[in-house]
């Protein structure tokens, strides 16, 4: 098969890594990671990409993507099918399957996220976290406490800042996920040093390419992949299978 | 005109002492709580819902007004419990189990005070079962759940579950809401009603109670 891979850059390393043992022809493309911060962008920023390679004759487009906070809620297929994994967001992908992830997340609701591409791709004072809803900067969460003093006096910006932090102190822990690719030791230490300086637990617990390699490979089973037929779109049910074709 | 102009000003402009002062100016000049709240708070909150729905406010300015109207509600909430006067319609308020995401929640219950409404702000994580137990002992009228992430909302169909379950589903009406939450979603875990932002939410609350 000639398949074409539209991803987040947070898993560049491993969709390289599975691509290398793909028996399928496979071109990538990987998009700036955190599309999902940028509110309703992020949806047309990939069916662009998505537009791009329909006419272009791949079997199918593949998606390194999940439901990130609804980011992907609505993208359609063109003439080409178009696979995307049933998981919440890129932790799903890479802990192996979204059962896995929400197992987990019963049991640590307040714990940040890092992976080999959370490390590596990460730019200076860009706080990554896992994908929320998309309509998250609105809130305004993620200005400094300068720049809310500085529009809304000291007392009401310290206020303000403290709301909008609040719930950082809730979250006690970060979690690295191991992907097995080659810069997943000196990415782990470089997670567990981010622990060690901001006091949070740190746990570093095996993920798995079993999603990646299976997205890759053509093998697409239906409790784990939504193949969206060419003309219909991806339509969140948050349910049991996260996604649906409509 | 408002009974306190003052009051209704200083929530309007998110300025919690001024709020205070007025307050209690208002509480001295012989005004009653009820009469403040109906005649100063409410326009207020109705008025910072409709700058909110107009774009010339945002999250920042719900909250502060949600914080002045909370300091007034500080001097008037003995007051009130004193002369065994009681509030509108009682509300039970929380983020779902496994989502630590408040500052919506905050926003909706300081609004919903400020219009008037007696809110038992469960807080954030809270399970079904305790939700449960609320609605048992506190008998709302209203329960709002919310959820910031995709991987908490499934737990607003356990929670509607549970209701049912413990049968008190029927003595209580439900609103769910939040970023990633829609009305789609709404209708079919089979909550009553949905807020797509705080504003709509307060006003889908009143439209619950019958409150105009």
Redesign the interface.
């Known amino acids: 098969m000639r398949l074409k891979a539209i991803i987040c850059q947070v898993l560049t390393r491993e969709f390289e890594h599975a691509i290398a043992r793909s028996p399928h022809s496979i071109e990538l493309e990987a998009l700036p990671m955190g599309l999902h911060d940028y509110g309703a962008a992020m949806l047309p920023r990939i069916q662009q990409q998505i537009d791009a390679s329909d006419a272009l004759g791949f079997d199918a487009i593949v998606l390194g993507y999940a439901?990130c906070?609804?980011g992907t809620d609505g993208l359609t297929a063109g003439a080409t099918s178009l696979v995307l994994p049933r998981a919440?967001?890129c932790i799903g992908i890479l802990m192996g399957g979204r059962r896995i992830?929400?197992q987990y997340?019963?049991s640590h609701?307040?714990v940040y996220y890092r992976s080999p591409g959370w490390i590596e791709f990460q730019k200076s004072g860009q706080s990554l976290e896992?994908?929320?809803?998309?309509?998250?900067n609105?809130?305004?969460?993620r200005r400094s406490r300068e720049e809310?003093i500085r529009?809304?006096g000291e007392?009401?910006g310290a206020?303000?800042y403290e709301?909008?932090t609040?719930?950082r102190r809730?979250?006690s822990g970060l979690t690295y996920i191991s992907t097995g690719v080659s810069s997943d030791a000196d990415c782990r230490e470089q997670a567990r040093a981010e622990a060690g300086a901001n006091h949070w637990m740190f746990e570093d617990v095996p993920g798995s390419l079993r999603m990646i390699e299976n997205l890759v490979n053509g093998e697409w089973p239906p409790d784990d992949f939504l193949v969206l037929a060419p003309g219909s779109s991806i339509r969140?049910t948050?349910?049991e299978r996260?996604v649906a074709a409509t | 005109m408002a009974v306190s102009s003052e009051l209704y000003e200083a929530i309007l402009t998110?300025d919690?002492?001024t709020a205070h002062a007025a307050t209690q100016a208002a509480i001295d000049s012989g005004i009653g709580p009820m009469e403040l709240i109906t005649g100063s708070m409410v326009p207020a909150m109705n008025e910072v819902g409709r700058l909110y729905e107009a774009e010339e406010y945002?999250?920042?300015e719900l909250?502060?007004a949600g914080?002045a109207m909370k300091s007034a509600m500080e001097l008037l909430r003995p007051l009130i419990a004193a002369a065994g006067l009681k509030l509108s319609n009682r509300i039970i308020i929380g983020t779902v189990k496994?989502?630590?995401?408040?500052?919506?929640k905050?926003i909706v219950a300081s609004m919903l005070e400020g219009s008037g409404f007696e809110v038992i702000d469960l807080g954030?994580?809270v399970p079904p079962e305790k939700f449960v137990a609320a609605v048992q002992e506190r008998e709302p009228h209203v329960v709002c759940m919310s959820s910031?992430?995709?991987?908490?909302?499934?737990v607003m169909?356990t929670t509607i579950q549970a209701l049912e379950s413990a049968g008190v589903r029927h003595k209580v009406k439900v609103l769910i809401g939040?970023?990633?939450v829609t009305q789609q979603?709404a209708d079919e875990i089979g909550a009553d009603g949905y807020g797509d932002n705080a504003s709509l939410a307060v006003s889908a609350v009143k439209k619950l109670c019958a409150v105009a």
Do not use: C, K
Request: aromatic share 12%; hydrophobic share 45%; no cysteine.
């Open positions: 439901l906070g609804r919440h967001d992830h929400e997340f019963e609701p307040g896992p994908a929320w809803a998309v309509a998250r609105s809130m305004g969460e809310l529009q809304y007392e009401n206020f303000l709301q909008f609040a719930y809730a979250y969140a948050l349910d996260v | 998110g919690a002492r945002f999250v920042p909250l502060l914080r496994g989502d630590l995401h408040d500052i919506g905050n954030a994580d910031l992430l995709t991987v908490t909302m499934p169909r939040g970023a990633p979603y």
